[in-house]
Every structure is written in structure tokens, then in C-alpha cells.
């Protein structure tokens, strides 16, 4: 079995490669366990949730692997009449603490802190007896998070946003196969993948084959701010959510989903270099398979936009998402 496997994280791009890469390991480091002296969150907590705007109709927003709720700053403002914003922000992320590392041979197919996040947000949900609820998803973490929130609540949430989702681990090399069992991805992660790579990774091979800052934003300055703001975490963090990102598969969860699902695709204008062979492709068009032709699901690309999508275009990306959801609410 193939996956992308290159420090936790995808191959880098044909012209990035031509450079030689840190590939270092420290066998004294367990990415898989709290640092020492590290602070923890009560498991199933939120790192912060932030509540904004004055609409009628609610909103939660959930951002993807190594951002805070910050980064929706552009698209609150433009909503902030419309709905009233409940902006998450993932324990361990935006400078907020991370919940324990769950006990040694607990399988990252528990989904454990995934999960966790998904709880909170559905207490929330619950003791505001929020409904007609819209669930906004980014990225690595935030798509997993939205499609489990609106499986679970169906009588809460009637509509999903996806934007840049990814909905599995996918390979890009030729010939790997398409559809992998959800079962051997998970046993690959707690076998192979976590213990053998990912626990004794260092800090400078992961962040010299993390994803780029082009991957981020098409503008370089805008792409290298989103890039820090996504290194900031603990090495741990970063693991234990990849590793869970790895053992799961959305694309299982999205046929029972009963609201209206918008996915937004950044247009990735001008990153290929291979005709298409590339790890955010396969990130975020062909980890979805053949599912995003299901009844109930639009799919819309977003050109001259990379992973945060209304940092390069704003305008474009809440006309979308207004007309979406103008649309999923008209009768028929």
C-alpha cells in the first residue's frame, strides 16, 4: 500500500525536489506522547470557541490543521449580520493546549482528539439548542470535523461548507491504488506510519517536508504568513491529528449526511508542475473519489485560490458560499 509519506506530510513538488531534503531522525524523541512539563486540555474540549456576529441563523466554524479560529477573520466580517458565528478553534492549535496523548497502542482509528473536538462542538449545539445550523469545514481536520458534526445531528445542521476539504490520504505515485479499505489505512498508521516515522521525526524534517507556503496562498507574502501561523504548533500536535487524518476515510461518512454539502475547490492555479501528478491534487480533488457525484452535494472550483481559499479570494468565496446556501433553501 501507498500513501503520501514524506515526514507526515505530502512528496514535495518536481521543482522543490531538485533540492536535497532533511530526512533526520532522533530516536530519543516520542512524537507520540506529551512532551515533558507539557500543559494539557481536558479531553473533549474546545481550544477556544468565539462568538461573533448578529444574524439569526447560526454558523460554526471549524479551521483546518494548525490555524486558529483567526483565520476566518475576512469571511466573519462579511457575515457578521447575517449569522451569528460560533468560530472554533482545534485543542492544541492557535496557541491553545492540546489534550493528552492517549495511552500507548490506542489506535489512531479511535479517532481520538477528532472526536473530541467533534463532542464539544455537539455539546455546544445542543445546551444552545442550536438549529438550522450551518457547519463550515477547512481543510485537513476541519472537513472530518463538519461531516461527523452533521452526520451526528441531522435535526440540527442543514448545511455544510467545505472549503479546500480533503477527504483522505491519497497517493500520488502511478498505479497506487484508488479506494483503500478504511481497515488497512488504519493499520498501516498504528503499524507502520506512527511508530516508525512519525514518533521519532525532528522539528527540522518536518517543517522542510511540510506542506510549502505556496500551498496556502497564491500571493507569496499572504502564502508565508499562513505557512508560520500553521508551524506554530507543538511537533505532537501536528502528529497525533495527521496520524488520525490518515487513519480515517470522509469519504464513508459523506453519503449520510442529510444536509446540503458545498465543496469548495481552490483552482491551484499555477502549482503544477507535472501535469497534475501532484500531493494537493490529490489532497483536495482526488481524495474524494466518485462520492462528490452523489445527490445532494455541489462542487464549485475557485480559480487564482490555493488551501485558504478567501485569502486570495475573498469576493469569490462568499458569493459562493451565499448563493449556495440562498439555494438550499428555496423550496424544490
Known sequence: MTLIVLAGLPQAPAAAQQTARVMLQDSTLDNLADPPGYRTALPGTLGAVSIVGSGARPMVLVPGFGFGADLYSPLVEHWDSTFTMYAVTLPGFGGTAAPPSPAPGTSFGEQTWTNGAVDAIERLLVERDLRDVVVV???????QVALRLAQRQPERVSAVVLLAGSARMTSTAPGAPAEIPLDRRIAFVDASLAPNWFRTVTRETWDDNNFLPGDYAANPILGLRHWREAARPPLHVWVRYLCEFSAQDAT????????????????LDGLYVDGGNHYMDAFLRRSWGGVLNAPGITVQTIPGARVVLWSDQLHAVSEAIDRFLLAARSPG
Open 252 to 267: 464513508l461518512v459523506l453519503p449520510e449526511v442529510r444536509a446540503r454539502v458545498l465543496l469548495l475547490v481552490p483552482g
Open 137 to 143: 469545514g477547512h481543510w485537513l481536520g476541519g472537513t
